[in-house]
């Protein structure tokens, strides 16, 4: 099955720095990758995800990248706010069969923006 | 479009007890999974459903079962409730398949004593 690594596990910056996250994965057939955003107490919310055919993808401060051949993507948020303080995963969408697939995620990365 | 429900929001059981989870997709999407959060091992799935049948599960007891109504909402049981079944149990809901965008509910809070 399908392996996720993500890194660092925890992150701190300044606000108005830029953090950038990375993640790796094990199977070469894995086409999709959401990032999702887990404030504390809420559900998980997606914030950008990226296909296989894309390099990047970006929408206002975040963007994704995707590396096909290392099997690695990263997500990056430039101008960092205190209310981007989450725990962000990644995921990969590993085909189960008969038309299935699940997503496999990282550990997730904790990120501090401080004032 | 209304989101993604989950109920009940928490639940205090007992170890040997038996639990159901009910979770109601965004109206349209179909593909219902099931997720267990918890510190020590993050996100992990645990099967999906589509159109009343489970296309996929994850590597979890048979103790864990599902099923999908033909409105699409979604029922996760866990019996013979353990210590380590105490949780976060998070569905998510998409269009057609895992591949989609998955949306997630708010999520049930297991507590097993």
């Excluded at chain 1, 706010?81 to 990644?90: I, K, L, M, W």
């Amino acid at each position: 099955g399908e392996n996720v690594e993500q890194h660092p596990s925890t992150l701190s910056v300044q606000e108005g720095d830029s953090a950038v996250i990375k993640c790796t994965y094990s199977d070469s057939a894995s086409n999709y990758f959401p990032w999702y955003k887990q404030e504390l107490g809420k559900r998980p919310q997606l914030i950008i995800d990226i296909r296989s055919n894309v390099g990047e993808k970006k929408d206002q401060r975040i963007a994704v990248t995707l590396n096909k051949t290392a099997k690695h993507f990263s997500l990056h948020i430039t101008e960092t706010q205190p209310e981007d303080s989450a725990v962000y995963f990644c995921a990969a969408s590993y085909g189960g069969g008969a038309g299935s697939y699940q997503l496999t995620f990282g550990k997730g990365t904790k990120l501090s923006v401080i004032p | 479009k209304a989101g993604v429900t989950q109920t009940p929001r928490y639940l205090i059981k007992t170890r040997g007890q038996q639990v159901t989870l009910s979770c109601s997709p965004i109206s349209g999407h179909r593909s219902v999974s099931w997720y267990q959060q918890t510190p020590g091992q993050g996100l992990q799935f645990l099967f999906e459903y589509f159109s009343e049948t489970q296309r996929n599960k994850g590597n979890f007891p048979g103790r864990f079962s599902g099923r999908q109504f033909s409105n699409s909402r979604s029922e996760m049981n866990v019996s013979t409730l353990e210590l380590g079944d105490s949780a976060l149990y998070l569905c998510a809901s998409s269009f057609q398949t895992g591949n989609d965008e998955q949306y997630f509910g708010p999520g049930t809070r297991l507590t097993v004593t």
